[in-house]
């Protein structure tokens, strides 16, 4: 992917506390659906502690040709016709962004009245999401779950072949800041013979990243692996939250249902490729020795750079914590690298049946754990099971979640010679079951 | 549920054609979404060969209040809105219906300006479905599939303590008519030491209901088992194309995904709950000295009459046989009473741990399989996983599905005393893989 001036680590914006910007700095730009107080959502851009209304910048004509087509197709709160659009209106929106954001815009007068206080506004689901598919990409995840069930194999025999996925819940999932419900649901303990139901006893998160779509393909068309990357519209932050208890007793033989249907969250901005551009690194969590992808999941422009490189952490406080006043734990810190197939395999495997993408539909990574053992994205692996319990800053233990507890994931990409930019939180606090 | 007037066995229409027809006398009434010719969808409903157009009869003054709203509520050739007003204003448009539709009509003079012949319209899905989830409750076909793989143990330990099911993929749900192409996937032949990727070679296709949610859940807000009828809008039919090899080796440990994702054909016409008043049964596939369920999945309204009685029947039929002018070979009979759990339990169960569904998700029985080697719901049961060939009428055999075969499913409900009625067909033909 193309590195551009919107890359130059020295720009500055002419918005107040952009530059510097742990997430939102210029160089970034996400897109997203925000409303001002309660009314209905809106296309904008984070920027700094901002968001920028782009309704009303293409009210005001500062944007012009496909960045004004980019915007009007972004109708009705949901950016899914932003999505469709592709690259170039997109690209196109970013770049004229960044020329009225920059510190010598001509224009930078006529910035203030489009920002809204970031703190103030609701931020929403960018689409409505048609189908939701989860991915299990993330090798290390796979291997230290599947040495808890099968010490002598842990990964199965079709992993280094298949990009394993399923297809996963749309309507449960909720933006950064939605409190989640313990689930109720059907366990069965080792020490008793008939299930039990109940609130679940062994929640947890899955630390994973998002995709969205953008252009979709026509059913029965697949999408090459060497075009899926104009496919993508942009990521985000998504914690699968799973019923541990719950998942262990239903998911033979047809896979997890409810154990992870009760919710998903998101960060709610989409952070588009052109941002992620500095950020790309070849493919590479594939040890030698292992079997060469099939034809249909191979092109050596994604293996020479279809890769992430993005810190990935887990921050976990308790009501106890809270209460002290002290900062988050951070339970695990990751990185994006630790895929075994990218982002655009995912995409061609998806549909190489013929399965048809639409726009606003979104992939999850699966779990993405790193090889060390602060590194797990789950606490199923940090604990083993449960077995061992993780201890807190503050003293407390933690071998699941307990109500009260709040799971903030963050992700960053950072790379010598370009500005560091951020995902923005995924946060949710979970609520006791009802 | 109560059986009235509109359930009169002796009861004639005005519409030429509709008394006796197979599928829609004026008993069923069942709702779409069709278009004369090619342009929008626009809701209507089924009397004998014609369709009703809901929104001239509107026009035309002959629907009132609820009735009237139900008709307002299925905007822009979406029935959502409607089937979200749940049983009230869905019963007023049938009763209006059923008395405007009837042979002594005072208004049957002003019903031909509103039909339309069905053989020159084009049928839509009924709504957009936003989740698509597939259960697993037909135990004649978890049996005989377990079989294939576990012959001591074909139930899982949790079969007969959860409705077993899982997310579908809801892109790819199409209605009858639309053929469906051969996909290409991964699989694993026992010979082989690594997986290959080409066409399927293991197609089949699987005989379901489909169920129409109506009135939706908030998330976090479980249906009771006693509500859970309330929920449900309709019924159609369902095939769940599957393509086992690939299904063989990418299953595990997530469940089905691009096995059963490239396509899934329902018939078109929602058949409401009403229509199917007079084939209600006790709930008796569940043998004595199976665990009782757990009291969350037990309702004894449920227990006393949420199960079907509904002959279901696969048609096959062959580009040979059609050449040859031979009607198509039935290659199943089956009924609707094989289900081990309820459509209710399947709604409660769904709903346990909060999980929200919305107006117009689609949930799959599951294969209906009966216990008898003729009443298999699959070509993998049928055919003992491809080892012994069903002959077809005209001396083929079939092993799984071939190129140019035609599937048709379909459904009626018969019973003494009342007028029979039908589903439509569910029906689609197998084009090569591109």
Redesign the interface.
């Known amino acids: 992917m193309t590195l551009d001036h919107t890359h130059d680590p020295a720009a500055r914006s002419c918005v107040p506390g952009a530059d510097g910007h742990p997430d939102f700095p210029i160089q970034n730009l996400p897109l997203g659906v925000f409303s001002p107080g309660e009314g209905a959502g809106r296309p904008g851009v984070a920027i700094g502690d901002h968001i920028v209304d782009l309704a009303a910048t293409q009210e005001a004509g500062l944007l012009t040709g496909e960045a004004s087509r980019a915007v009007a197709a972004a109708q009705g709160g949901d950016l899914a016709g932003l999505l469709a659009l592709g690259g170039g209106p997109r690209r196109a929106l970013r770049t004229q962004l960044f020329a009225l954001l920059s510190a010598e815009s001509p224009e930078r007068d006529r910035v203030p009245p489009l920002l809204h206080e970031a703190a103030s506004c609701t931020l929403h689901l960018p689409a409505r999401i048609?189908?939701y598919?989860?991915f299990?990409v993330g090798i290390h995840h796979a291997t230290n779950t599947?040495r808890q069930f099968r010490p002598d194999q842990p990964l199965?025999?079709?992993y280094k072949?298949?990009p394993?996925?399923?297809?996963?819940?749309?309507?449960?999932i909720?933006p950064s800041g939605v409190p989640v419900?313990r689930?109720?649901?059907?366990a069965?303990p080792p020490h008793l013979d008939?299930?039990?139901?109940g609130p679940?006893r062994r929640l947890d998160y899955e630390l994973e990243l998002g995709v969205w779509i953008g252009p979709g393909n026509a059913?029965?068309?697949?999408v090459p692996v060497g075009e899926a990357a104009d496919r993508i519209a942009g990521f985000c932050l998504l914690n699968d939250w799973s019923?541990r208890d719950?998942q262990g007793?239903?998911?033979?033989?047809?896979?997890?249902?409810?154990?992870k249907?009760?919710?998903t969250t998101i960060s709610p901005w989409i952070v588009t490729p052109e941002a992620l551009a500095p950020f790309r690194i070849p493919q590479a969590a594939r040890p030698s020795g292992d079997?060469d992808p099939?034809?249909?999941l191979l092109d050596p422009v994604d293996q020479a750079g279809g890769a992430l490189d993005l810190d990935l952490e887990i921050l976990l406080s308790t009501r106890a914590s809270r209460e002290a006043g002290l900062p988050p734990h951070r339970v695990a810190r990751s990185n994006a690298r630790h895929m075994y197939w990218t982002v655009a395999q995912m995409v061609a495997?998806?549909t190489?049946?013929?399965?048809?993408?639409?726009p606003g539909?979104l992939l999850g990574t699966g779990t993405l754990s790193g090889p060390e053992p602060d590194s797990c994205g789950s606490l199923l692996e940090t604990t083993q099971g449960g077995k061992v319990p993780v201890r807190l800053d503050n003293g407390e233990e933690r071998r699941f979640l307990e109500d009260g507890d709040e799971v903030t994931l963050v992700a960053y990409g950072r790379r010598e010679g370009f500005a560091s930019i951020g995902f923005g939180a995924c946060r949710a606090l979970v609520l006791p079951a009802?």
């Open positions: 048609g189908d598919t989860d299990f599947g199965l025999p079709n072949h298949v394993v996925g399923y297809h996963g819940r749309a309507s449960s909720r419900r689930p109720h649901g059907q069965k008939a299930p039990v139901f679940s059913l029965g068309t697949p019923a719950i007793w239903e998911y033979q033989p047809l896979g997890p249902f409810l154990a249907s009760f919710a079997p099939l034809p249909y495997h998806h190489s049946g013929g399965c048809n993408l639409r539909d009802s």
